[in-house]
């Protein structure tokens, strides 16, 4: 053994034999105020309770500490999945748009139709059929 361990060692056997002198000097002198039959329960368990109050008190705020950072750590993902499918949508609608305006990524890129969209020559078809059936009415 090291002298730290030594030291150590000593000081437990000292205050060890210091506590049991306390102890058997209490026991011959007789307490102020004790009942005949001795210490009551209430006070045997005060300190037992109280600490087992105190612990159960630091585990709930342990416990809510944790709730709330995991929320928060569920709520930020959350976020995140929103942003994601936000986006996604905005793309859709952004694509759909482009295309109608004729500036939109065609089907088949070797067909070069110039600055018109298929939807805008949809309706210029359309029109020219129109002109051309004979009107019933």
Request: charged share 25%.
């Amino acid at each position: 053994m090291n002298s730290d361990q030594i030291i150590f060692w000593l000081s437990a056997v000292v205050s060890f034999i210091a506590m049991v002198a306390i102890i058997i000097r209490a026991g011959k002198r007789p307490v102020q105020g004790e009942t005949p039959n001795g210490v009551s329960l209430a006070e045997v368990a005060a300190p037992w309770l109280t600490a087992a109050a105190a612990g159960f008190i630091l585990a709930v705020k342990r416990s809510l500490a944790a709730t709330y950072l995991f929320l928060l750590l569920i709520g930020h993902r959350a976020a995140a999945a929103a942003k994601v499918g936000l986006h996604k949508i905005e793309n859709r609608f952004l694509r759909l748009i482009e295309a109608v305006r004729g500036r939109g990524r065609r089907s088949r890129p070797e067909e070069r139709r110039g600055a018109v969209s298929f939807f805008l020559e949809q309706i210029k078809a359309d029109k020219a059929e129109t002109a051309r059936r004979p009107n019933r009415r």
